[in-house]
């Protein structure tokens, strides 16, 4: 993709926007999910790896 391709203009669900605002939208859905996720992991009592002692960020 070039840059002009990002900024395109789009219409979604009758909204106006940009290809890079939907790809913006689309992270930050996966990453709501993923804080769901983890909610859920916790509430039973399960650690997500990355927050067990010693453990490295990637």
Do not use: C
Not at 37 to 49: D, E, K, T, Y
């Amino acid at each position: 993709m070039k840059p002009d391709d990002l900024r395109r203009k789009v219409k979604v669900l009758g909204r106006d926007a940009t290809v890079d605002g939907m790809y913006l939208r689309i992270i930050v859905h996966a990453n709501e999910h993923m804080g769901q996720l983890i909610a859920f992991a916790r509430m039973n009592g399960i650690v997500p790896p990355w927050s067990k002692p010693g453990a490295q960020s990637p």
